[in-house]
């Protein structure tokens, strides 16, 4: 062998390990990257029941979600909603099943708007014990699992059971912090 032979085999070996070296490279950046589409879990958010203040009867609250540090998900623009307690009150979700999806991120927060009646007389009232809203996902992108199950005490009074007013009603996903008084 020729000393000409030998370098191109070595040119071709670190040509070879160099390709090697790159695919490597852009397949683990491509597996360590976060997608940020990703629906959010109850371990990535922080929930909590914000009232939001009474007129004519009727109260609002909201249910609000904020991202905990370092997380971005997105919550759907409707998502599925439960009672506990109060078995002659309703709820009922007043979003459009193709609501507009929310992406939140790092501290940032998006709420479901609650609304109900608060007028009747003491016996034709119930108080609920709490309300639950499941989360869209049940695994994150690290591979954290979370019971999807989110359940808020409710802390917010009584609700009309008479038949002709006995529903809670909750809407779309909404950007930002909910409203307060």
């Known amino acids: 062998m020729t000393a000409r032979t030998n370098v191109r085999r070595i040119a071709a070996t670190l040509l070879v390990a160099g390709a090697a070296a790159g695919v490597t490279a852009v397949a683990t950046g491509t597996a360590s990257a976060m997608p940020t589409d990703f629906n959010c879990t109850s371990g990535q958010v922080t929930s909590q029941l914000v009232y939001g203040g009474a007129g004519a009867g009727g109260r609002d609250a909201a249910i609000q979600f904020t991202a905990k540090p370092g997380e971005t998900c997105t919550l759907p623009g409707s998502l599925p909603t439960g009672l506990v307690g109060a078995h002659d009150v309703l709820l009922s979700s007043d979003a459009a099943p193709d609501a507009p999806s929310v992406q939140i991120s790092d501290g940032s927060s998006a709420y479901i708007p609650v609304h109900w009646s608060a007028t009747g007389s003491p016996g034709e009232q119930e108080t609920p ?53």
């Open 129 to 181: 014990l709490a309300i639950t809203v499941t989360a869209p996902q049940e695994t994150s992108p690290r591979g954290d699992t979370s019971d999807p199950l989110i359940t808020l005490p409710w802390n917010l009074g009584e609700v009309n059971a008479t038949p002709e007013s006995h529903t809670i009603h909750t809407g779309a996903m909404t950007a930002g912090t909910a409203p307060t008084v």
